[in-house]
């Protein structure tokens, strides 16, 4: 029988284990990475909330009177407030103004006048659109980097480049969560209201689109004024999207270089691991060396220009064309090879480069200097040849910023304080400037009717510019009013095919769709040189109208370019709506046209020349 309880005298209780012993907290394994914490997001203030704010109102601007509408007046508009924009900024910041951002804004906003003067299809020609617009965004960041202060290398360092693809590039995507996070901060003068403005609105959508429908429908008034809101709905709900696309990377850029600290300069190169200047001396010196032999064995040939003369055996086009990309493609070369080359260079303890570096390389750059300087003269003696052109214009402008690009790498291997990069900035914007309004399509017209009454050019040939609206005002005033016969004829042939094939649609275009976002002055002056010459075109283009086709016929004219082959229905019926009105005009100017116009002969195509 087992034993009973004995509940009068109870066991001892157990002890208490003892408490295990402090470990310290232990980092993480090492296959987990350590969690990168958050940017610290800068408190904001009063004022900070106008830089989001302008930057939404300036990325509607560039949308609405630039990307959606012809890139002219409208467009130099929002370039202007970005700007103005940076100035706020700068002010809210309280960040001293330094003069080359002043610099940096004058070019800017010279820039963006073009688009205003010459007209989204501008003077130089459809090719230069691309040109401007890459040297307005260049120019742009260069002003917000300086005005910032976020320049990592100074203006005496070609490495500013890096600096500037930074800007576009690097920057607005590293920003976007600080930016985003600054916005929706708490700031120290409110209760974070943000968040409970967007919820009121979201709360407010749902009722808002049952009581409109029953107000449309209660008032006729009401009813009209919605449908015209939502007609228009559309476009402005794009435009909206299209703002906060383009806001968001604009905005992160701003914060990135303004509320951010600025990046740090990169390290540079330890000596030990620079390049010996013995190994860039024999390097340079080898380049050089295959420069003077070729400049030896083509002297005959290659300094002809200089004496004006063209070898027996080529015409002045294939000499001037023969090795002229060439040239250019090597002085580019060149200045890579120069850059770089010094940059890894052993330094004294000054910090520059051996002299007899720096005198190889001075060589090399005369040597570049040379070479674009004969290109210069062989496109000078082909322009005295056969006239010039836009091409050819371009190419001179191209040529020389090469020139002054290497004439500032010269200066800047004796000078070491000499701000080179932002020298090159301005040299580039200056001959672009230069080059878009002062040698434009006008300009050429005028200067190619000196040349031939000069003797200098063998016939006038205006063709070229039947498609260009900036050279019709100096054509219109070359066809009335020089002395010589055969100048006039060819500025009536170029603007028969500019009168014929692209005013009509080009005003009917502007009569029913345009405002004024897109106004330009070079398209005002055409307008009006077009309108002004209406009854000179019927009188001149007489003997063309054909009785069978009752239209104009200017095949033998442009016979490579007059050929109609519309299959679209709209067309065919818009060119005979054309043709219509050109003879309603055509018979009210019969009485005052005289009845002995001579019909034009064709001016024959230069053989051998080259844009």
Known sequence: MADAPNFSNPPAPAQPLAPPAYLPPQPPPSFYPAPTPPKPVPKRTPLDVLIPLGTFIVSFLLVDLGFLNRMVLGFSIAVAAAYALGFVLAAVRKIKLRPAAIVYAVLGLALASLFTVQGSVNEMGGNMFGIWFLALTVITALFLLELTGAMRYGADSYWSILDVLWGIFIAPLAGIGGSMRF?????????????????????????????????????????????????????WLLEAFLSALLFIPLWALLYSLAYEPAPKKPAQVAQAQRIDPVVTCVFLGVVIAVYVLYLITQSTEFFSAFRSEVPQDGLPADYARTGFYELCIAAIINAVLILPVLAFTKRKDTGTADLTVRLVAAVLCGETLLLIATALRKMVLYIERFALSERRVQTFAIMIFLALAFLILLARLFVRKLPAFQLTAVAAACVLLVLSFGFGDAWIVRTNADLFKTHQVQQPDFKEFRWSTAAVPALVDVARNDEDPRIREAANVALTWQYESSFFDSYEWRETHADGRSWSLCDAQYEAAMRSYRKEFYQWAKPYWSTESNSYDFRELFPEDYERDYDDEYYDEYDDTTEDWATTQAQSTTAAAPTDVPRPTVVPRTTGSID
Do not use: C, Y
Not at 210 to 227: K, Q, T, W, Y
């Open 183 to 235: 916005i929706f901060q708490k700031s120290t003068h409110s209760k974070g209201n943000v968040g409970k403005v967007l919820l009121g609105l979201l709360l407010a959508i749902p009722v808002v689109a049952i009581v409109i429908p029953l107000l449309m429908e209660s008032d006729a008034r009401f009813d009209n004024l919605v449908g015209e809101i939502f007609d228009s709905l559309g476009i």
